[in-house]
């Protein structure tokens, strides 16, 4: 999503579509129910920049007809030098289930290893996320909660939602 805001904000006309896998997968199944494929194919193929997130599901939940249908998007995309973006819990090599053509495509790009933030790190996102939200809490509830989610910055972002709707909810009943 950082990618989408960063091209937009460069270039305000930019057509932009971020997207999970399994949405992907569900448009597409509901599309072929529709006998509309050329609605799909219109809205996928002239974006300028296509973000995909967990592109493992595709390997693992898609038809061989979804696949393929990925695969013609993304070369029209590609030869129309236009950007792709997908993120994956595993290099490209470990998509076993996927279509060898569609690795070999996924390997064309640049691969980046995100690891986890370290531990000031995720201080300053809850920081920041705590000003951007306009919550209150004390300096040790954040260490503490920096402390605990130590894998990704979703889990994090999460936690701190949930104990925000947990203090507002307990202000309510005072």
Known sequence: NAIGNKVLHDNPQARIKYITAENFINEFVLH???DKMDELKLKYRHLDVLLIDDI?????KSTQATQEEFFNTFNVLHDNNKQIVLTSDRNPDQLNEMEE????????????????????????????????????FPPETIEYLAGQFDSNVRDLEGALKDISLVANIRQLDT
């Open 32 to 34: 072929i129910r529709l």
């Open 56 to 60: 493992q599901s595709l390997a693992k």
């Open 101 to 136: 053509r569609l690795v070999t495509r996924f390997k064309w790009g640049l691969t980046v290893n995100i690891t986890p933030p370290d531990f000031e790190t995720r201080v300053a996102i809850l920081t920041n996320k705590i000003m951007d939200y306009d919550y209150h």
